[in-house]
Nanobody, 119 residues
Framework: QVQLVESGGGLVQPGGSLRLSCKAS???????????RSWYRQAPGKERELVAT??????NYADSVKGRFTISRDNAKNMLYLQMNSLKPEDTAVYYC???????????WGQGTQVTVSS
């Protein structure tokens, strides 16, 4: 099993920046089975949406964040990051760390961290 713990959320003004972090821990074999890692977000009253995904060969972004957000990872530290720049009020949401095991066909979720963009 894998546990995902997020940090870095908070209140920021429009145009500001935040960096979200996600630490993976647990069974080393399960961690090694992860083939893709993602950030999702869910605003109040809206569906959870995919923000960004990173694999060993590619990164992908939702159109709404392209050019402003950057997903990255540190394999040695089992860390996943989301650098968020030029933040807009529309980015306000709970952000969730996600990891998918292609071997086990299983998706792991973090607890979520609140990001609020407001003056």
């Amino acid at each position: 099993q894998v546990q995902l713990v997020e940090s870095g959320g908070g209140l920021v003004q429009p145009g500001g920046s935040l960096r979200l972090s996600c630490k993976a821990s647990g069974n080393i074999f399960s961690i090694n089975s992860i083939t893709s890692r993602s950030w999702y977000r869910q605003a109040p009253g809206k569906e959870r949406e995919l923000v960004a995904t990173i694999t060993s060969i590619s990164t992908n972004y939702a159109d709404s964040v392209k050019g402003r957000f950057t997903i990255s990872r540190d394999n040695a530290k089992n860390m996943l990051y989301l650098q968020m720049n030029s933040l807009k009020p529309e980015d306000t949401a709970v952000y969730y760390c996600n990891a998918y095991s292609g071997l086990h066909k299983y998706m792991y979720w973090g607890q979520g961290t609140q990001v609020t963009v407001s003056s």
